[in-house]
């Protein structure tokens, strides 16, 4: 800033700066009123401070009706001091030295917001503009370009100025916008081709995957087969079958349950629960091993679209290029001919086979842009198609073959409940026998004291084992819905 303030005056927003300001704005009778009875600034709704020198935005509280301002053209370093102007729905603030985007928190209402030309390196801190239509920050120091994707949040905004940034030279950069904002009508000054919205958004849907990896022409070689192969535990996520390798799922269900652990005391019960495990093992495996083969069908089916889409693209390039090629060779051999031309009419002659050698050109490019768009379309029906059925033979060979709800992991839970609560209800009345003098078995005798105490009182004993058996099942139940519910994102 010093190379400015060494020929200029900084200012700071006052209230005299503020009057002529709206002098200037008003017609002559409302300029009059507001000399004569020094201003109802409540009144004013439009205001302009441009190329008045303000360092500091400041003392704007009591204009708390504002819709429009302009801060343009002046050497601002911080968005601070609009927090009252809540009515805001225009707001310029380019050609300033704003490092930040921030203090914009209470402006919901604002619809037209431009920060062109400052030294902004990241964009953050917007979520509340839901409102936001027009958006400029070209100019700036953005050099992020996945830094864009946050703007998705902001669901009304359509016009996007990003011109003039350092990630603006990377390649596919308007792609890489485009696929990430699908809402955006207008990108640089430049209207956005819906067939293009519309081609990218069916390619990677609204995910917000990577366009990077999600589009074969950016990055070819992360396609090729097996690219999207995972290892681990993102294998697992991927095929929706995490915790149910080994006894991960029967862990979760009992580690936490204290009055269970300590009921294992009992001699039926430590058996029972040593035996109930390798079922439930068993069918959890069973789904983990089906997912995972389910999976690597996905993985091939997605793969093989990509492939082949590859080949559409690549096919369509060489012919474009050999067509454009003869166009050049075509058109040098004519303009070589056109300058040793001896008379007027060969000339002539020869600038009219030069339009319609252009014409022909435009005809033939047309008609593989139109082959190209038939061919993926075609492939992307054939995909949905191929996804669709997969999808569908997974739901239902989760919910009939290897059910959670019928007659697998929720059945079996039902049952070690039962006899569970069969064990209790037997050891509970030989401890009532034990106490009312009877002879009974010695089975019990070395219970520990705090099982004793746990069986003394029926109601809270059973109390506790219902409420464990039904988290149980809740989590049962989650674990089949997340798998369905993920096939179904997916």
């Known amino acids: 800033m010093s190379q400015f303030f060494s020929n200029v005056e900084p200012n700071i927003i006052d209230d005299e700066m503020i009057q002529k300001a709206i002098e200037e704005k008003c017609p002559e009778d409302l300029g009059d009123l507001a000399r004569q009875e020094n201003t109802n600034v409540k009144a004013v709704t439009e205001l302009q401070l441009s190329f008045k020198n303000i360092l500091q935005i400041a003392n704007l509280w009591p204009l708390e009706n504002l819709t429009k301002l302009q801060l343009d053209n002046n050497f601002i370093e911080k968005i601070e001091g609009l927090e009252t102007l809540v009515h805001l729905v225009w707001l310029d603030l380019s050609f300033n030295s704003i490092e930040a985007i921030e203090g914009l928190d209470t402006l919901t209402k604002l619809q037209d917001l431009s920060l062109y030309s400052n030294r902004i390196s990241k964009i953050e801190h917007m979520d509340t503009l839901q409102e936001l239509q027009i958006f400029s920050i070209g100019k700036n120091n953005l050099t992020i370009l996945e830094d864009v994707v946050c703007l998705r949040r902001l669901k009304s905004l359509r016009t996007l100025n990003l011109s003039g940034n350092p990630f603006c030279s990377k390649e596919h950069y308007r792609l890489f916008v485009v696929a990430h904002l699908p809402s955006l009508v207008y990108l640089d000054f430049k209207l956005v081709s819906h067939s293009t919205v519309r081609f990218l958004h069916s390619l990677i849907g609204k995910s917000g995957s990577s366009i990077l990896q999600s589009l074969c022409f950016v990055n070819i070689p992360a396609l090729g087969a097996g690219s999207l192969q995972k290892s681990g535990s993102q294998k697992h996520t991927a095929a929706f079958v995490e915790y149910l390798n080994g006894s991960l799922l029967f862990d979760n269900l009992y580690g936490e349950d204290r009055e269970v652990a300590q009921l294992a005391a009992i001699p039926a019960v430590e058996d029972l629960l040593q035996a109930y495990p390798s079922w439930f093992v068993l069918v959890s495996e069973n789904l983990y091993n089906y997912g995972l083969e389910e999976y690597e069908k996905r993985e091939a089916t997605v793969s093989k679209f990509y492939k082949r889409f590859y080949e559409i693209l690549t096919v369509n390039q060489q012919e474009s290029k050999r067509t454009i090629s003869d166009f050049e060779s075509q058109n040098k051999r004519r303009l070589d001919e056109l300058y040793q031309a001896g008379s007027d009419d060969i000339a002539e002659s020869k600038r009219a086979q030069g339009k319609e050698n252009v014409h022909q050109l435009w005809d033939a490019l047309m008609t593989l842009e139109a082959l190209v768009s038939n061919d993926l379309e075609e492939l992307l029906q054939d995909f949905k198609r191929s996804i669709d059925v997969i999808a569908s033979a ?67 004993i059973v109390n506790a084992i219902n409420v464990s058996h039904h988290i149980r099942l809740q989590k049962i139940d989650k674990r089949e819905s997340d798998m369905l519910c993920n096939i179904y994102k997916w």
């Open 394 to 460: 997974f739901i239902e060979t989760i919910q009939g073959i290897y059910p959670f709800h019928s007659i697998q992991c929720r059945d079996l839970e039902n049952g070690q409940h039962e006899k569970l609560m069969e064990i209790i209800f037997a050891t509970m009345e030989k401890l009532e026998e034990e106490e009312f003098g009877e002879d009974v078995e010695d089975v019990e005798d070395a219970l520990p004291d705090d099982v004793r105490k746990l069986l003394t009182d029926k109601n809270t």
